[in-house]
């Protein structure tokens, strides 16, 4: 049964076969919109003529005004036999659970909600962000985000295994809207609690982050299960600053729901807006992102050498970009084309690749190979003899280790945002200067 057999009423008013049918117009959005954001916004949506007029039904309130506003000129031009196009509510249940769900009333004495309006902000840092089906959404409301138009996407959830974007996304958020922003992961989020709670300065936290910023992005929020007092702080800040429409960007490793050890109540509050999980990129997007990242370091390969590489099964995107950093650096170094040979020579070097046994060891190790101090790697000493090392330090740490960010920031006296700074400054270096996988590979070796 078709898609219009088994969802779109009859009637006259309904009869859309003279200009094609709403499939046909369906199929000029795709073509438009590449089939990344048509899986995310219209693949399920229903429509009906009435009196020349489409009508689209969108699920709830947020999904209508985000699809008018973003791609209502592509609409209009997909639909231009019509006289026009409307947007409705599915029902009026939904649209009366979609308006009153995310933003509760203020409590008694409490301060009147305040609407943040911020100037339009420049999302380039999303342009090297390969889109796909698996991950439209996240990037569609973490863009409006960074725009200054939140609206329903705050709070705003990435949910994600780790490797699969959630930072990359976070972090570019970030440097779009540049200041009045706080960044923390949620370890240094205790952290900072904590030793507040200690020291009797809890005034001094509450006003750094419900009083002095308009947006919060908080990572991986799922390692405060079990963490009770932490948790109830977290609860009232986001309560602060979401009746007072300040933006709010939260990332998990699991929707919230699924987090065993967090309170009921703070997940429900972590939901009021818009929950964008992000799955394993399908075997198109897989390519894609091999294809633009070997571009960006100037190797052409094949196709049939990126279907290699896209269907080796790996957990991440930074699994996945292992394998291509294996086939660039061989061919640049033996100055050969990439062929189906020389993949195979590199997938056969990743899949033998040896785990450490600590974080403590990389570090050691990293002093020697580079004739630094071991207290100098540690410290905080900018100098280039020293960054470089100690970026690679926290690179091969995340790689051949099971460390989380902080583990491995502790172990160089850094925070968890300087750990993904510096592991995104390899990840790029090694694309660009093949050398340096191979530096990188007789490293790993030295580890086994």
């Known amino acids: 049964m078709s898609e219009s057999e088994s969802g779109q009423p009859g009637g006259k008013s309904g009869d859309m076969t003279e200009f094609g049918g709403w499939d046909s117009i369906r199929q000029r959005i795709r073509e438009r919109l590449g089939p990344a954001v048509f899986d995310a916004w219209f693949r399920t949506l229903r429509a009906t003529v009435e009196g020349g007029t489409l009508a689209i039904e969108c699920p709830d309130r947020f999904s209508r005004d985000w699809i008018e506003r973003r791609y209502g000129a592509v609409v209009r031009t997909a639909a231009a036999e019509l006289t026009g196009v409307e947007y409705k509510v599915a029902s009026a249940q939904a649209a009366s659970s979609a308006e009153s769900a995310p933003i509760p009333l203020p409590t008694r004495g409490s301060a009147a909600p305040e609407i943040v309006v911020r100037a339009p902000q420049s999302t380039r840092h999303f342009d090297d962000f390969v889109v796909g089906p698996a991950n439209a959404l996240a990037l569609e409301a973490s863009r409006a985000v960074a725009e200054g138009r939140p609206g329903r996407c705050s709070p705003l959830v990435l949910a ?12 570019a958020i970030q440097r779009s809207i540049g200041t009045d922003i706080v960044f923390r992961s949620a370890e240094e989020f205790t952290s900072e609690v904590t030793q507040a709670m200690r020291a009797g300065q809890m005034q001094t936290i509450r006003h750094r982050y419900r009083k002095a ?10 390692f405060l299960a079990g963490k009770r007092a932490t948790q109830i702080e977290l609860f009232h800040t986001l309560d602060h600053l979401i009746t007072r429409g300040k933006t709010v960007v939260l990332s998990t490793d699991r929707p919230p729901s699924q987090i065993q050890g967090l309170d009921p109540q703070l997940a429900a509050r972590m939901t009021t ?47 996945l970009l292992v394998g291509l950093n294996q086939v ?40 020697r190979s580079f004739n630094v101090d071991l207290a100098e790697l540690r410290g ?27 583990e491995i920031g502790n172990a160089l006296s850094r925070d968890h945002s300087s750990v993904v700074y510096a592991i995104e400054a390899v990840e790029k270096r090694v694309v660009e200067k093949p050398q340096l ?10 580890l086994a």
Do not use: W
């Not at 994600?160 to 972090?171: D, F, Q, S, V, W």
């Not at 033998?352 to 050691?364: C, G, L, T, Y």
């Not at 905080?380 to 020293?386: I, N, T």
């Open 213 to 222: 910023l308009n947006v919060l992005i908080l990572e991986d929020v799922q």
């Open 437 to 446: 996988r191979y530096e990188l590979e007789a490293l790993a070796q030295r």
């Open 328 to 367: 660039v650096a061989r061919a640049s170094l033996l100055r050969q084309k990439v062929s189906v040979e020389l993949v195979v020579q590199a997938l056969e070097a990743v899949e033998v690749a040896p785990r450490a046994k600590s974080v403590d060891e990389i570090v050691k190790l990293i002093a």
């Open 380 to 406: 905080p000493s900018r100098q280039r003899k020293f960054v470089r090392p100690r970026q690679i330090a926290m690179y091969l740490s995340r790689r051949y280790t099971d460390a989380s960010l902080k």
């Open 273 to 319: 807006g818009l929950v964008a999980s992000i799955a394993r990129p399908e075997a198109e997007t897989r390519q894609k992102i091999l294809r633009e990242k070997a571009a960006c370091g100037g190797i052409s390969i094949p196709d049939e050498c990126l279907e290699m590489l896209a269907s080796r099964p790996v957990q991440n995107i930074r699994d």
């Open 160 to 171: 994600a295994e780790p490797g699969l974007g959630k930072t990359h996304l976070c972090r």
